[in-house]
Nanobody
């Protein structure tokens, strides 16, 4: 059973940077695309970014493109999301996902494994 554990969330001010991480255990995820989703209070879970199994291809939501960078280290079974120029609307619980079963990396329903989430709050 694969387990994903996120870390690195916190309270930051608008314009700040933050890096969240996801550690995978119980199985290697080097053969799977991985992704970050987020969910704000009262809203549906939304796609943030995804990365192919070899790290060569990345995908971003329009709202974060140019500000966020997704990366992975298959040797360490870790996934990262570097978030720059954070805005109040980035406030959400950020979830790590793995085990993509479909072709498209954008749909939450196509990921088999999920972490418990880490809270990111952007506020002055």
């Amino acid at each position: 059973q694969v387990q994903l554990v996120e870390s690195g969330g916190g309270l930051v001010q608008p314009g700040d940077s933050l890096r969240v991480a996801c550690a995978a255990s119980g199985g290697t995820q080097s053969g799977s695309s991985m992704a970050w989703f987020r969910q704000a209070p009262g809203k549906e879970r939304e796609f943030v970014a995804a990365i192919s199994r070899d790290g060569r291809n990345t995908y971003y939501a329009a709202s974060v493109k140019g500000r966020f960078t997704i990366s992975r280290d298959n040797a360490k079974n870790t996934l990262h999301l570097q978030m720059n120029i954070l805005k109040p609307e980035d406030t959400a619980v950020y979830y790590c996902a793995a085990g993509l079963s479909g072709i498209s990396p954008y749909r939450a329903a196509d990921y088999r494994y999920w972490g418990q989430g880490t809270q990111v709050t952007v506020s002055s």
